[in-house]
């Protein structure tokens, strides 16, 4: 009797502690929902949906990596989507306007968008301004910037991206280089944030920022560095956005911010600091990504997507906030 009731306690703590792992309950989740969508709609499950699907979510997904670690260090960063539009821009811009190599013009947006990334850092680490505002200043300066130097209309490259267009459109034994380059990021940064010790760093000053300082730990330096690292994430997504449409649009990445910090938080990262991980906020970037696509499948409006992006924000944040309630 008691052995029975001995085997029926450990089963139960081990289905608990499994599904403690927000990562897998995701995949069961994503599984469901999926198989929903494929009864609702044939084409969900054809080769070509899947990697139209794919090659969306990679650039959201780029923006959810480096969300992670902002998330995990304490922060958040709102400026991402307004950072991807602009890269895309500047580089396109000197293109076309300068003549300037496009692989040129990439690499100059990236440095600007670096820079951005050190001004943000900059001002939540040394000024002490709150990240939140930081970002939502950035945001609009950087979107401004995308209007500004485009004039408010699309800057068409097409057929002019011979070469560099394979970033975006190329393939690699039939699968698409944006989707191999976006598993590579998603396989680095997973194992940086499990196993790097630098990356660790971020994890222990979004746990504690003053138990950090008083064990030596340079806060303020970790802090630049990850919104520098967010905002070269974002313009290489700019740049991947760039070569796949061949368009530099200023509205290109119009909230993707929200959907990033959707998905992080869906998968597990916590607004309040310390937690989360690469995997779990792909793994809510899919989710997230599935939901999209099958409003557009079920020819629902497409305006009905900002609407169920909001709500899916809303119930993630709730989740995580009565979660550390109940741990409070």
């Known amino acids: 009797m008691s052995n029975t009731t001995l085997n029926t306690s450990s089963n139960k703590s081990l289905l608990k502690k499994l599904m403690g792992f927000r990562e897998i309950t995701l995949i069961f989740i994503i599984i469901v929902i999926s198989a ?32 992670t670690v902002v998330l995990v ?68 300066i950087a979107r ?5 130097l485009t004039q408010g209309s699309p800057l068409s490259l097409y057929g002019n991206l011979k070469g560099f267009d394979f970033l975006g459109q190329g393939k690699v ?11 590579i990021l998603i396989i680095l940064f997973d194992f940086l944030m499990r196993k790097s010790a630098p990356f660790r760093l971020v994890y222990y000053v979004g746990s504690n920022e003053n138990a950090a300082k008083l064990s030596g730990i340079n806060v303020p330096k970790v802090k630049i560095s990850v919104y520098v690292l967010m905002s070269v994430l974002a313009g290489i997504a700019g740049i991947f ?5 061949s368009v530099a649009a200023p509205t290109a990445g119009n909230g993707s911010e929200l959907n990033a910090i959707s998905a992080c938080v869906i998968g597990g990262a916590s607004l309040a600091g310390g937690e989360g991980t690469v995997l779990g906020a792909i793994l809510g970037t899919i989710l997230v990504g599935i939901i999209n696509n099958a409003l557009v499948l079920l020819n629902v409006s497409v305006y009905w997507q900002n609407l169920v992006s909001g709500v899916i924000l809303i119930a993630a944040v709730t989740i995580d906030y009565l979660t550390h309630q109940k741990k409070s």
Do not use: H, K, Q
């Open 241 to 245: 956005t760039l070569s796949r449409f």
């Open 173 to 183: 034994l039939g699968i698409p280089f944006f989707i191999l380059f976006f598993i």
């Open 73 to 140: 260090s304490g922060g958040v960063d709102l400026s991402v989507g307004s950072v991807l539009g602009l890269s895309a821009v500047i580089a396109g811009g000197l293109y076309l306007s300068y003549g300037v190599n496009i692989w040129i013009g990439s690499f100059i947006a990236l440095v600007i968008c670096a820079l951005i990334g050190l001004f943000n850092g900059y001002f939540i680490a040394r000024i002490g301004i709150p990240p939140l505002i930081v970002t939502l200043a950035m945001m609009g």
């Open 144 to 148: 401004g910037a995308a209007y500004v």
């Open 36 to 67: 929903i969508i494929s009864v609702l709609s044939p084409n969900f499950l054809t080769a070509e949906n899947l990697i139209t699907t794919a090659l969306g979510l990679a650039a959201d997904g780029i923006l959810a990596i480096g969300m």
